[in-house]
């Protein structure tokens, strides 16, 4: 069975400091990854994943295999990133269903 | 363009009463998913469908728990005699295929008194 956890709960920054949101998974085969974010009175969207390699709101996350992460990282957190961020595995499998993280509320202070 | 829909927003109900929650997905998005998010147990997947088909129900929490999905479109997740552990905020997502992007609804809080 998959696993995906997000260590951290909360996670409060100053407006212009890097921001790094942990994930790491567990899972036998080759999975896809996934970064969901939800903003405040707003519904869930997708954020980016890994197989697009895209930088989506200066958001960026590698996958590595080795360590079984998929960290979000973005070099100068804005106010309008906080936000509810959850990590997501598929397995690539016929059904493709989310596996989500327990989440990180980012806060992005001024 | 129209994203996913879901009905109702809230539902209030008493233990022991069935519910009915409705999720209207993009136009021409062939699979379909349940999720729930609660606080006990954050987001969790519950059933999805391809067309009209679920392959999986495996994810459903108990046998009071079940989904359908007509002509490929409009699906309704009943719950039968409500229990207060089914509080949740019930997520449906919808992709134009199943390696596709999902795109999550509104979502229906369901409040069991």
């Known amino acids: 069975a998959q696993r995906v956890t997000q260590p951290e709960k909360l996670l409060s920054v100053f407006k212009g400091a890097p921001v790094e949101l942990k994930c790491n998974y567990s899972y036998s085969g080759s999975p896809e990854l996934f970064w969901y974010v939800q903003y405040s009175r707003q519904r869930l969207q997708l954020l980016l994943r890994h197989i697009s390699r895209e930088s989506i709101k200066g958001f960026t996350a590698d996958l590595n295999k080795g360590e079984t992460s998929f960290h979000l990282k973005k070099p100068f957190a804005q106010e309008e990133d906080s936000a509810m961020y959850y990590c997501?595995?598929?397995?690539?499998?016929?059904?493709?269903?989310?596996?989500f993280g327990g989440g990180t509320r980012l806060m992005v202070k001024p | 363009g129209a994203g996913v829909s879901q009905s109702p927003s809230n539902k209030v109900t008493e233990k022991g009463k069935d519910v009915e929650l409705r999720c209207d997905p993009i136009?021409?998005?062939?699979?379909l998913y349940w999720y729930r998010q609660s606080l006990g147990q954050g987001l969790e997947f519950l059933i999805y469908f391809q067309g009209n088909s679920a392959p999986d129900k495996s994810g459903l929490p108990s046998d009071r728990f079940s989904a359908e999905r007509t002509g490929g479109s409009v699906s309704t997740l009943t719950i039968q005699r409500t229990q207060q552990e089914d509080s949740a905020v019930y997520l449906c997502a919808s992709s134009l295929g199943l390696v596709q992007t999902q795109y999550f609804g509104p979502g229906t809080r369901l409040l069991v008194l």
């Open positions: 997501a595995l598929s397995p690539r499998n016929a059904g493709n269903m989310l596996t």
């Open positions: 136009s021409g998005h062939t699979a």
